[in-house]
């Protein structure tokens, strides 16, 4: 007897259960076949993740997952797969922004060509720097301000969400949960103080879960994080996932100039005269370090 194939899209997968969604409205907790092909590169099986788009066989009302369909992109942290936007989530303070934590973020979504905001949330404690909001413009991202406590930019926030794939990621205690809460509060997704995750480093958000948003599309709620490493990353890839070296990278004196101390550098250049952002620049300097020893250790 055959079964037809029924497309689903992967929720939340947790210790070897998948939580499916069928036609934007069915769904059902389904096992994996045993036998399911292998992916990736050398024919490895990869994890099904969040994201994934998959084919299921129905037996006696039971879903079973028997294909994960090959993905668009992928995000290593947080884990998922085909995502349209990711949205960088940064309290303004309690807990303070971590820069070196959005430009990681950054790095990624771009080598993965993944659309990027930047989100600086709980603008109700402090106002945002106008600075800040500046140079992330500049690094190509659009900028919402938001309160969760206030209602301030959540309509905005809401409309970018619209009909995409999303995933909110950001350290723990930003408010990523509560932001999700506001922009429809049939989510109900519980939120932490700050100040216990810190004593006890617990994390409120325990797992990536895509949530449907009533006005259309999907967002993935996901747990904090603060350490992301650039394991697939060239240094000639580096220099060209900043978006404000583009320009003045023209004009270097050398091609595949990257920026450092290399005569005629007009990104330096640009860095001095106060046109593109000091501090951004440093860390690139920093993460090229990285992704330089990164090589030398693969080979
Ligand atoms: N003042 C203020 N507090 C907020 C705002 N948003 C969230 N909070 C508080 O910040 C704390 C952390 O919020 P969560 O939503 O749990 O943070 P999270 O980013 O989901 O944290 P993890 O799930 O651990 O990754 C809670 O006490 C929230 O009530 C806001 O806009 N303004
Ligand atoms: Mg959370
Ligand atoms: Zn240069």
Redesign the pocket.
């Known amino acids: 007897m055959t079964h037809q194939a029924v497309p689903g899209v992967v929720l939340r997968a947790v210790g070897g259960f998948y939580r499916v969604c069928i036609d934007d409205q069915e769904i059902h907790e389904c096992k994996i076949a045993g036998r399911l092909k292998p992916r990736g590169a050398g024919g490895r099986r990869e994890p099904v993740l969040p994201g994934d788009k998959v084919l299921l066989h129905e037996v006696d009302g039971v879903y079973v997952v028997k294909e994960v369909l090959p993905r668009v992109n992928q995000l290593v942290r947080p884990a998922i797969a085909n995502i349209d936007l990711c949205v960088i989530?940064q309290?303004v303070t309690?807990p303070s922004p971590n820069l070196e934590l959005i430009d990681r973020i950054l790095v990624h979504t771009r080598h993965m060509k993944i659309a990027t905001a930047l989100c600086l949330?709980?603008?109700?404690?402090l106002d945002p720097d106008p600075q800040m909001i500046e140079t992330y413009q500049q690094a190509g991202c659009r900028v919402l301000t938001?309160?969760?406590?206030?209602g301030a930019g959540i309509s905005e926030l809401a409309t970018i969400l619209k009909d995409k794939v999303s995933i909110?990621s950001?350290?723990?205690?930003?408010?990523?949960?509560?932001?999700?809460?506001?922009v429809s509060p049939g989510f109900q997704?519980?939120?932490?103080?700050?100040s216990r995750?810190l004593k006890r480093g617990?994390?409120?958000?325990?797992q990536v879960e895509l949530l449907q948003l009533p006005q259309g599309g999907w967002v993935a709620?996901?747990?904090?994080?603060s350490v992301l490493e650039f394991a697939q990353l060239t240094m000639r890839e580096l220099p060209l996932l900043y978006p404000e070296f583009e320009d003045p990278a023209l004009q270097c004196r050398f091609a595949g100039c990257m920026h450092r101390s290399e005569p005629g550098c007009v990104v330096r250049e640009a860095v001095e005269m106060n046109q593109i952002d000091a501090g951004r620049y440093y860390r690139y300097l920093q993460f090229l370090k990285e992704v330089e020893e990164n090589e030398l250790n693969r080979y």
């Open positions: 989530v309290a309690n949330t709980k603008t109700d404690l938001t309160s969760a406590v206030n909110l950001g350290p723990s205690g930003v408010g990523k949960s509560r932001l999700l809460n506001s997704r519980e939120t932490g103080e700050v995750k617990r994390h409120t958000t325990r709620d996901s747990p904090g994080f």
